[in-house]
């Protein structure tokens, strides 16, 4: 009996029992439409995309007569499948049945492009409805915008239909929420709350899930916290929703707590719980917990979620065990994408850049195709490792796939290029990104900065003024460093009294910092000092140890020596403020004191940082230290030093700058020890390998020494080469016997 056939089949699709529901439609002898249509339901209800639209296909090709409930339940797989090329045919055939303004075929269809990325033709549909939209098909446009960040028209939408007399339903509280969650839609969601309060849904548990998401991202924990407290009955999604709101703040040790509460009341922890959970596990003392929850998330079988797998590999990233993170990485059997990527960001966050560029292209090897973001992490560890030609190829395999114009990866070549010293090729990248935001227009002004191009980085600013792009703090940081190391004294002044009035930025401590750097490179002590002390937050290392470089280079020992003691009681075992002051005791003259200093040092096991160059030669990274003897051709590097040496001599007058050689030994023996700095062995190394007047670029960890920085200004004119030079805090272009910083450094 087909009547009773059909009956059977929408229990089999209930049932979660899709085979049997085909089965019992095989043996039908005389179906009727509403039999393919229901076995159309029963494939979408079971997640058996592929086959719905198969079915549907048949019904197509047989002539079944096709109603709207059918069309909306294929619309509905092809949503799910991202498959907005079969939802077009959908769509065609559709407005050849007479339904294309059917309110419930019409909603499908707003799903179906809002989800595969067409808002146009999302919004097209929505217009075409009329007096047809319900509140069913206004929310989901509503969802349409927030899903695409569109809040705005989002809220725009949400006011017509309070005008026109439409009353929101849950649903359609819980969608506007997602459109105040950011702290510039705080008021409107105070709205809608206020909305939400004198409506029926206040008790609906959606949307007081929703609520405490939207105030946590609004930044008032507080209210969500107290949304949560007062709620009577609680689901696994408000355990969620409160865990996230803790990890967003960081606040890692309430999170944990709430878990816990979680799991003693016999709440049973979902896939959410343990995403939201993982990000709270952001520092090293979280990587036991975080193990833990590994172990917990396996139990489950969660782990062979793909987002699941990349949150694994961050939270081991988060906790510093960049090995956890490789070792579970590999142990994935059957990766996606995303775990690559996520994979590449780790190795690019711990400058990795040689194990990123061999994992890439095990990943193509894969058969693997790159995305934006697989882009932007081979390209930033290319920038760390100032693999230029390398980066260049990365750029081009980019360019090809179709991303020359994209805000994020544009902005990750812009600083690529610059800190690989080609910053004509970040002008380029820059120039070639179609959309600018704050980040690629920040990224340009540090990339100036970083090249010693003070007034380009200022006119970079006043430029993105114009244009209408709100600062940030990154833009600040980025101007102040360009005024500090460019000697722009007065304008960074100038700048930072400004940031408030001016630009709407409060003062931070990273800006704050670099104003103190500005100060202090300037000689401006005193001043700098006050700022220090008068600063509204806790000073930090960072601030005390950048006050501590002014005073290196003016040679201020005595507030030098009172810094120091601060910076150890902070940090005990940093060594940069122990070489600091060692070095200003030497310069000084000062070797009892630069003893004791030593002694107290080995005593306290704190190591000096090894200074490093590198240089790149034929797609590979060659690495120096000082004096060092590794490289095949290390005697060929010597001998063209020395030849180098004899020129610098007699064509230049090259007297060598022994002030950088804090040992207390003869003027002949600190000479040898300045001979074969890293960067000079560098540098001797590209001069042997590489054609006569091409470029050298060589990255070094530490601040070039004067010595060095005197022997590139005259290697460059002697050889007439150009040779960039990377240090720990800016670049050095040498070219025509003149440094690009013009001696200030």
């Known amino acids: 009996d087909t009547f009773l056939a059909n009956m059977i089949i929408q229990m089999y699709g209930k049932c979660k029992s899709p085979e049997d529901a085909r089965q019992v439609f095989d043996r039908i002898k005389q179906r009727n439409a509403f039999s393919w249509s229901i076995l159309v339901e029963c494939y979408v209800q079971n997640a058996m995309y592929q086959e719905a639209l198969e079915v549907y296909k048949e019904m197509v090709r047989k002539e079944i007569s096709i109603d709207a409930y059918t069309l909306s339940s294929v619309l509905a797989a092809c949503t799910k499948l991202l498959d907005v090329e079969e939802g077009r045919m959908v769509q065609r055939k559709a407005e050849e049945l007479g339904f294309e303004k059917d309110v419930v075929v019409a909603t499908s269809l707003i799903h179906l492009f809002a989800k595969c990325g067409c808002l146009e033709e999302a919004e097209s549909v929505f217009r075409s409805m009329g007096a047809m939209r319900d509140i069913i098909s206004v929310t989901a446009m509503i969802g349409a915008y927030v899903r695409h960040g569109k809040n705005d028209l989002a809220l725009d939408t949400y006011w017509k239909m309070r005008s026109q007399g439409l009353e929101p339903d849950a649903f359609t509280y819980a969608a506007i929420l997602g459109a105040c969650s950011s702290p510039d839609f705080l008021l409107d969601g105070k709205h809608i709350h206020k909305h939400i309060l004198e409506s029926k849904h206040f008790g609906n548990i959606s949307v007081r899930n929703a609520l405490i998401t939207m105030y946590a991202k609004c930044g008032s924990l507080k209210d969500s916290k107290s949304l949560f407290l007062t709620m009577d009955v609680k689901d696994v999604v408000s355990w969620n929703a409160m865990i996230a709101a803790y990890t967003l703040y960081g606040h890692d040790k309430d999170a944990f707590s709430l878990f816990h509460r979680m799991c003693t009341l016999g709440h049973t922890p979902d896939i959410y719980t343990f995403s939201s959970i993982l990000g709270a596990c952001a520092s090293p003392k979280r990587l036991e917990d975080g193990r833990m929850l590994h172990v917990r998330i396996t139990a489950r079988g969660f782990d062979r979620d793909f987002a699941m797998q990349n949150n694994l590999i961050s939270m081991f990233t988060r906790c510093g065990s960049l090995e956890s993170a490789r070792r579970y990485f590999y142990s994935i059997e059957k990766k996606e994408l995303g775990a690559w990527n996520t994979m590449l960001a780790a190795y690019a966050q711990f400058d990795k850049g040689k194990d990123a560029l061999f994992l890439y292209k095990n990943m193509l090897l894969e058969g693997f195709t790159p995305d934006r973001f697989t882009f932007s992490s081979v390209v930033d560890s290319c920038a760390s490792l100032g693999a230029l030609r390398e ?7 980019s360019t090809s796939c179709g991303f020359e114009k994209d805000v994020i990866l544009g902005t990750a070549l812009v600083n690529m290029y610059a800190k690989c010293g080609s910053l004509a090729d970040a002008k380029k990248s820059f120039d070639g990104i179609s959309n600018k935001d704050v980040v690629s227009w920040s990224a340009m002004i540090a990339a100036s900065a970083q090249h010693g191009h003070a007034e380009e980085a200022l006119e970079l600013s006043h430029l993105m003024n114009l244009q209408g792009i709100a600062q940030n703090e990154v833009t600040a940081s980025s101007v102040l460093h360009a005024c500090s190391h460019g000697g722009r004294l007065y304008e960074g002044i100038d700048y930072f009294m400004g940031l408030s009035q001016d630009f709407g930025i409060e003062r931070d401590e990273e800006n704050t910092v670099g104003f103190i750097d500005l100060l202090g490179r300037a000689g401006w002590l005193k001043e700098a000092e006050h700022v220090l002390h008068t600063m509204p937050f806790k000073v930090s290392f960072v601030a005390l140890v950048t006050l501590l470089g002014g ?89 063209e030093l020395e030849r180098l040496y004899s020129r610098m001599k007699e064509e230049e007058g090259y007297v060598p700058d022994t002030r950088d050689v804090f040992h207390d030994v003869s003027d002949d023996k600190k000479e040898e020890l300045l001979k074969f700095h890293s960067e000079k062995m560098a540098m001797g190394f590209g001069l042997i390998t590489s054609p006569p007047g091409s470029t050298l670029r060589i990255i070094k960890n530490l601040r070039v020494c004067s010595d060095c920085h005197t022997v590139g200004k005259l290697a460059s004119k002697i050889t007439g080469r150009r040779i960039i030079v990377r240090d720990g805090t800016r670049f050095h272009h040498f070219e025509g016997g003149i440094c690009s910083c013009g001696d200030y450094w």
Request: proline content about 3%; charged content about 30%; aromatic content about 8%.
């Open 551 to 639: 005073c290196k280079v003016h040679g201020d020992v005595r507030r030098g020596k009172a810094l120091t003691k601060r910076i150890v009681a902070l940090e005990p075992e940093n060594p940069g403020s122990y070489v600091l002051l060692n070095n200003m005791y030497a310069a000084a003259g000062r070797w009892d004191d630069v003893a004791k200093l030593r002694r107290y040092m080995r005593k306290k096991g704190v190591k000096r940082q090894t200074g490093c160059s590198s240089i790149e030669y034929r797609d590979k990274i060659y690495e120096f230290s000082v004096g060092d003897t590794s490289n095949p051709r290390n005697l060929e590097i010597r001998a």
């Open 391 to 397: 980066g260049k190829f990365i750029h081009e395999c």
